[in-house]
């Protein structure tokens, strides 16, 4: 592939503005015309003016200093006698402020200078039917010009001129090679990004300080697309945001640098457009100029997210708890945009390890996420520096030398989660040095053989026993750290025995680990430290260690105090050590600290913090507090695997387990699961005094209500209990 293209880039400075690069060209009549190109950047391809394919920001997100997709686009029927090709790029991940790699530098004023300058590398192949081939190729023969993008910026939104066309053509330069990131240029692997659903504004809002606001009633991820009746020169500027403040006033202070601003300069007439290169996390848009009096009816939001496909199903007749279940699946969606991230308003939308290893199995049963994370993990892979660690968010964006326990552990946890889900032993197999590599690394790190001390950690990541002042709960992060020593150290043993590998080096060190750890720490002082001790297996005592943990969580009130390292398996170490009334008193709870209550403030999406919003209406704070972040959002696992019961009990669930812990608080509670065998299934009614189990099982499955297990093959199953 790309035998004949050189990578071209604009002669000439356009600033920050978008270049287009184009060729025009004859053509005979073609069997077939593939289009393969790929960018410095993201692009947009037109083809006689007409858009190619209907990926958006392509080619996108990878370590480019590594790995740079290219895409394939079957075009036959776009070709015509007289054609012109055009591709458009915006600076996108690679050269915007969001990849300090190619970080543009500032240059003394507020503008930036890419490292990297635009480029386009493409080759049209055209087989005619008289059997000849014909190869359009970038080269100096293209041309660039500027177009009306002025601005593009991941962070910090569009600035876009209607009615320029572009005419100032001049011929584009090769780009020197040697400027060029040493990627290598791989075919499109992940899911593409696609425009996935269209929402209309639910309402136009004066707030009390006379701001226009149109209310999406959706947060979300993706552009506004307007349609406005106006003057050339009119100015349209909105802003983005989550939430309204306490007044019902417009608030974005909570995306700290990202401006996430939207620009426009109309052209003469009806006109309808949105953003092209950029992408906003929002439910509102503040109206700051527009000609005329905006109307609800002028807007859409169009939901941008990778093509990954829907295969779970939560429903509750509870309505709070059917709403957090929604919340969970558009969190999902909103950060599934080619690589997991933690958000996607502020300056971060980053693909953060921790946050992707904390929902990954929630994420697996949501949707069908296995291409998704295959691409991921060859980025985590490919962002290893000095002793084989991935960085914190992946693709590296900066250079740390060591990874945060829980962060990094994301090369066992996913590789692992994903295989249990959809059973490819293939890509198990890919990821196993990445999973050795990953416990070696902490033995080269560490301060004391078999602990991992020393080092950076975020620890329990906001949890709620954080000092004042402080992200980080008070679980030590030397324990935390050890824990996960030992759990991705038995994850590696476990992946070995799938695949026939050795794995006596790995069980002497898990044996060494733990005695170590056990040696160590032999408290456990906070809700986290004991989930961690319970659900690693760690302590030797798993009836005082779970009794402990309730009695510690009875008295905070029933409420929990963990944060990211602790919660994802809160719920999960209660009900299996006998304290599932317990987990259902957290998961009911509607009060502060909870689930449920964020729901009850009105929350579409996860929020970042328990209390993104306070009972006096206050935020928690500006600087972290993101209302569209996943990992919270992990609960799902718990209601998949344990309220209705269903597991895999072979990899990709060749054989099941279904064992519905119920509680009559929810009233109706149901699960379905599209897996790679057929559609799994486990719901429960409570009614007079009795719940009624409905079960479809597509492969032989041991279910088990009220402590007695049945194994059954295929089938549809309903069963009653006390
Ligand atoms: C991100 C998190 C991330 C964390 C690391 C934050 O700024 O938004 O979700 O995991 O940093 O501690």
Redesign the pocket.
């Known amino acids: 592939m790309f035998d004949h293209a050189k990578w071209i880039s604009p002669a000439v400075d356009y600033g920050r503005a978008c270049p287009v690069f184009r060729k025009q060209f004859s053509a005979k009549a073609v069997k077939k015309a593939t289009l393969a190109v790929t960018a410095l950047g993201i692009y947009a391809a037109k083809l006689n003016g007409e858009r190619v394919g209907d990926y958006v920001f392509a080619p996108g997100w990878t370590q480019y200093e590594k790995r740079l997709q290219y895409q394939q686009y079957d075009v036959t029927e776009m070709i015509r006698e007289q054609n012109e090709i055009s591709v458009t790029v915006g600076e996108g991940w690679m050269r915007g402020e969001i990849n300090a790699n190619f970080r543009p530098e500032r240059d003394g004023t507020d503008q930036f200078k890419c490292a990297v300058p635009a480029g386009v590398l493409a080759e049209l192949t055209l087989e005619y039917a008289d059997g000849s081939r014909e190869i359009i190729a970038t080269d100096e023969n293209w041309e660039t010009a500027k177009t009306g993008i002025l601005f593009s910026s991941i962070y910090n939104g569009e600035t876009y001129e209607a009615g320029v066309v572009p005419t100032d053509f001049v011929a584009a330069k090769p780009i020197d090679p040697t400027l060029l990131p040493g990627f290598e240029l791989i075919p499109q692997q992940g899911e593409k990004i696609i425009e996935q659903d269209r929402i209309a504004a639910a309402k136009l809002i004066i707030t009390p300080k006379g701001e226009k606001v149109i209310d999406f009633g959706q947060n979300l991820t993706g552009y506004v697309e307007f349609t406005v009746n106006a003057k050339k020169g009119d100015v349209i500027r909105f802003h983005h945001g989550e939430v309204l403040d306490k007044n019902g006033n417009f608030y974005n202070e909570n995306y700290r640098e990202a401006d996430a601003k939207f620009e426009y300069i109309c052209a003469e007439g009806e006109q309808t457009y949105h953003a092209q290169f950029a992408f906003y996390g929002f439910r509102y848009i503040c109206i700051e100029s527009w000609p005329g009096e905006p109307k609800a009816e002028n807007f859409t939001a169009i939901v941008v997210c990778s093509d990954i496909r829907r295969i779970g199903k939560l429903e509750c007749s509870a309505p709070l708890v059917q709403k957090l279940f929604d919340n969970i699946f558009w969190g999902q969606r909103c950060n599934f945009l080619d690589v997991p991230t933690?958000?996607p308003q502020?300056d971060?939308r980053?693909g953060?390890?921790?946050?992707a290893q904390v929902f990954v199995r929630t994420a697996s049963y949501n949707y069908d996420v296995e291409k998704f994370f295959e691409k991921w993990l060859c980025d985590v892979e490919a962002s290893r520096g000095r002793y084989g660690m991935p960085d914190?968010v992946v693709p590296r964006v900066w250079n740390g030398e060591t990874a945060?326990a829980a962060?990094g552990d994301v090369c066992c946890i996913v590789p692992w989660t994903i295989y249990q889900t959809y059973g490819n032993a293939e890509l198990l197999r890919r990821n196993f040095n990445l999973m050795k590599d990953w416990v070696d690394a902490i033995g080269k790190v560490t301060h004391d053989e078999f602990l991992w001390t020393g080092c950076e950690h975020?620890g329990d990541?906001?949890g709620l026993d954080a000092e004042p002042g402080s992200?980080t709960g008070s679980s030590r992060k030397d324990f935390i750290a050890s824990a996960f020593y030992i759990y991705s150290t038995s994850l590696v043993i476990k992946a070995g025995m799938e695949l026939g590998e050795d794995v006596g080096r790995f069980e002497k060190l898990y044996e060494k680990v733990l005695a170590k750890f056990r040696e160590t720490f032999t408290d456990y002082r906070t809700q986290t430290e004991h989930v961690l001790a319970l659900h690693f297996g760690i302590t030797t005592e798993p009836e005082k260690t779970a009794a402990s943990l309730a009695d510690m969580i009875r008295k905070n009130g029933t409420a929990l105090a963990t944060g990211?390292v602790g919660t994802p398996y809160l719920l999960h170490v209660l009900s299996s050590n006998g304290y599932t009334e317990l987990a259902y008193d957290l998961f009911v709870r509607e009060k502060f600290p909870s689930w449920l209550n964020q729901v009850k403030l009105g929350a579409t999406t996860m929020w970042?913090h328990w209390d993104n919003i306070r009972e006096d209406g206050e935020f928690w704070s500006k600087d972290?507090n993101?209302f569209n972040?996943y990992?919270y959002g992990s609960v799902a696992d718990w209601i998949y695997e344990v309220a209705c019961g269903i597991k895999p009990a072979k990899p990709g669930f060749a054989e099941a387990v279904i064992a519905p812990k119920p509680d009559a608080r929810l009233g109706r509670l149901f699960a379905s699961i599209d897996t790679r065998h057929g559609q799994i299934s486990s719901g429960w009614t409570y009614a007079n005094g009795q719940f009624r189990y409905e079960i479809e099982t597509p492969v032989k499955t041991a279910i088990t209500i009220d402590g007695k297990t049945k194994v059954v093959n295929a089938g549809k199953y309903i069963f009653y209990s006390k």
């Open positions: 933690d958000c502020r971060e980053l953060w390890t921790g946050d914190n945060s962060w975020f990541w906001l992200y990211f970042e972290m993101s972040h990992a």
